[in-house]
């Protein structure tokens, strides 16, 4: 008899994994469905980085396995890019470290801050790796509320002495999925002070930092005074370059999570496939100007969305950054309910909030990844449904 450890109880599959399937047998019964639900662009990166990729791939050594600690020229090139975006100046070799996708860092990371019973302070709603690689590390998660009132921003004031006590580590991430809000520098000041106060280090989580419109510039944890003492900030090239499938991202600030990180990861994990580096070294050093256009689409789509959802009567606030709009879910349902409608009645699929934590019940999450014209189309969709 096989037993699976106890731990995994905790572990459903990862929310997106199991609504593929559903989508997947919609669309086998013959039904058009439009995807809104994952946050992966659905745009691509220049040719000029795909070029680099491809040159890399002719090369002998990138056959063999690749440095556990990323290309030295990838390091630097995270570091130039964070003099550049952030005038945050980083030592490449001690402050900067490669992922395979951010993703794959965030759940690692438990591993080097959290010992069975620790407590994570998670985002609720928040992006579900932070919970669940704290949960694989046999720790505990506090769950900070994220309400519309505060402007989806964590009350610190409000988390209990004995879980300050027990905490390790706070996760932020803004501008945030799901709910689109952004924080200024002053929070950054404030969760500062909250960390050293308590001795908990910051994982800030910032891979939206460039998918913003209106003007809106997002900053960096890691601009404020003092943020390099207590955490780190994770960022990543899937949303900022469009290349979410070639599995690239870093954290960077704090040297000695750094090398703790380092140390679990050399241990797990044998680096990144060197074409993908060196295709991501060309995206962070190369021409940065296509950004602005490949924003303007997204800021149409969102309009396209915002207006979708004032015909339809839902109320939602415009997103000023990320891939994502939070509206709140029509008088009657469920957030559950309501996407269920939508899917099997509209062929729609929006992510209900509760997918994020249990405070995103009453609100929705529609991704932009996908073309103004079908999102018009999704739209009128759901719109010509008989919900009211
Ligand atoms: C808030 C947040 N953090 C991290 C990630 C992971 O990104 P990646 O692993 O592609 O770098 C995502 C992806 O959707 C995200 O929304």
Redo the contacts with the bound molecule.
């Keep these: 008899m096989i037993r699976i450890a106890k731990r995994m109880d905790n572990i459903p599959p990862y929310i997106f994994a199991a609504v593929s399937k559903k989508i997947a047998v919609k669309r086998a019964e013959g039904m058009d469905v439009i995807n809104l639900g994952?946050?992966?662009p659905d745009l691509t990166p220049p040719q000029f980085i795909v070029d680099a990729l491809k040159g890399a791939a002719d090369e002998a050594i990138s056959h063999r396995y690749p440095s556990y600690f990323g290309l030295p020229e990838l390091r630097q090139a995270v570091a130039d890019w964070y003099a550049g975006r952030f005038d945050v100046t980083l030592d490449p070799a001690r402050e900067v470290l490669p992922?395979i996708?951010?993703?794959?860092g965030?759940a690692h990371m438990a591993q080097v801050l959290i010992d069975p019973g620790d407590v994570a302070l998670v985002p609720d709603p928040?992006?579900p790796?932070y919970s669940k690689g704290t949960l694989l590390a046999n720790g505990e998660v506090y769950y900070m509320p994220l309400q519309k009132e505060n402007g989806f921003m964590p009350d610190l004031d409000a988390i209990p002495e004995d879980v300050r006590r027990r905490a390790r580590c706070i996760w932020v991430?803004y501008p945030?999925?799901p709910t689109g809000a952004i924080a200024p520098l002053s929070f950054f000041e404030e969760l500062i002070v909250f960390a050293q106060e308590n001795d908990i280090a910051v994982m800030a989580?910032n891979?939206?930092s460039d998918v913003t419109y209106d003007g809106y510039v997002a900053p960096s944890f890691l601009q404020v005074e003092g943020a390099r003492e207590v955490g780190v900030e994770?960022h990543?090239?899937?949303?900022t370059y469009n290349m979410?499938g070639w599995?690239?991202?870093m954290v960077v600030g704090n040297e000695t999570i750094i090398e703790a990180l380092t140390r679990v990861k050399s241990n797990v994990d044998t680096g990144i496939f060197r074409p993908v580096q060196i295709g991501a070294i060309a995206a962070l050093t190369g021409d940065q100007s296509w950004l602005v256009e490949r924003n303007a689409t997204y800021q149409e789509r969102r309009d396209v969305v915002m207006a979708g959802l004032e015909a339809a009567g839902i109320s939602a606030t415009s997103p000023k950054a990320t891939l994502y709009v939070w509206p709140e879910t029509p008088a009657g349902y469920t957030s559950e309910e309501f996407s269920m409608k939508v899917l099997n009645e509209a062929g729609v699929w929006i992510t209900p909030g509760n997918a994020f934590g249990p405070s995103g019940e009453g609100f929705l999450r529609i991704s932009l990844c996908t073309t103004a014209d079908r999102l018009r189309e999704a739209m009128e969709r759901i719109n010509n449904l008989d919900w009211k």
């Design positions: 994952i946050g992966s992922l996708g951010s993703k794959e965030i928040g992006y790796t991430n945030n999925n989580d891979p939206y994770f990543s090239l899937s949303k979410a599995r690239v991202g």
